[in-house]
């Protein structure tokens, strides 16, 4: 089968990096040791295709069992911990948290690789960022700021332990144009100016840098923050802690993300068979990690879903892969109520396109041993017409008849990291909720 024009030297790319990551973790590297010396590969390979054809893949599962087994770090570790800087968690959004270790050297390619993201969103030295971030143990406040600094030269403020009002201050203050947060908390600090009566008119701000969540790529989402971010645009971004910094969006076709296939080899596999699935197919996403030699992944299930574009250069200016939408949800995510599967990012769009909801929560639970949804909605200010509009959107969107009520104001959480608007009631019908 031939490649769209150009990718057979960014194949020859991957190959080579491919390689010397294998040459560089055997026979150091003991959890790749055994798990490729099961599969006969004890060396080079020849392609990516057998690389495919022989490599198992790795699985979060498989990291937390082995951290448990080899604590504190497990046994994916190319080098000895003397030569490790850099200590990262996962938030446990999806699990158990995995403790994470870089070298110097792999801490500057994911650095360049946040480069590509702020390169890609047009920015400059001649930027401030704001970065809403508490700034604790997760990977991507870290490698984020000091990419901006280190690498693009820009003035970086960090905004952590500070309160939502002391962050508006200090972008106004600072003249910051490049605010960088989850989705979830761009709405949020907008919605604070509001009930602080500070008007976002006067903000420089002109990008606003989102990851963490999907809905950077979901249009009402970003149609929302940029109602409120009056005269910015939104660029999506998405990474992991186990992977990195993975990906940035198409300059010209906002909700399209590319990856860096210089930095990753990227395939999308059917989540059940683990086959790839055709153009166009949603499938999982599975990365292996080209230039992270002391803590590598190779083939890698993220459980993100996604819907490859292989022909980015044709398609978006770009030879990378496109994913078109974004991270669609998680492969764990999906709930099937009456028959119809639904995403959380599909629910979040049908509830942002409506208006005036300042937040929601969706609540699952089993009525006669079918999964059900309650959706409540905290409307913006006195807005009766609010739950009707919801759950018509809903009847159009799913042709579902979803419950939805409204909610007083402020009573529904509010988030700085990933939101967590979905929570599930055990069985017993709605009465449980």
Known sequence: MSLPSGRESLRSIQLERLNSLISEILPSNRFYTAKLGRAGINGPVESLDEFQNKSPFTTKEELV???????????????????????????????????????????????????????????????????????????????????????LGCLCLPGGGMSSNARLQSILDNSVTVLCCTPTYAIRLAQVAEDEGIDLSESQVRRVIVAGEPGGSISATRATIEGYWRGARVFDHHGMTEVGPVSY???????????????????????????????????????TTLGREGSPLLRYRTGDLVRPDWNGADNYGDINLALVGGILGRSDDMVVVRGVNLFPSAVEDTIRSCGGVAEYRVTTYLEKGMTELLVEVEPTHADSGVVDRVCNAFRTAFNLRIPVKAVPAGSLPRFEMKAKRWQTKPGGGSSAI
């Open 65 to 151: 069992n082995d951290q448990t087994e080899n604590p504190p770090y497990g046994t994916n570790l190319t080098y000895p911990l003397e030569r490790y800087t850099r200590f990262s968690q996962t938030s446990a959004t999806t699990g158990s948290p995995l403790r994470w270790l870089d070298s110097s050297e792999s801490w500057d390619w994911m650095l360049g690789n946040w480069k590509r993201v702020y390169e890609a969103a047009g920015m400059t030295n001649k930027d401030r960022i704001f970065f809403a971030f508490s700034f604790g143990p997760f990977l991507g406040f870290w490698t984020a700021f000091e990419s901006a600094a280190g690498l």
């Open 249 to 287: 969006e198409s300059s010209n076709h906002p909700g399209v993300l590319h990856v860096i296939e210089e930095s990753y080899f990227a395939e999308v596999v059917d989540p059940d068979s683990g086959e790839p699935v055709q153009e166009g197919e949603t499938g999982e996403l599975v990365l």
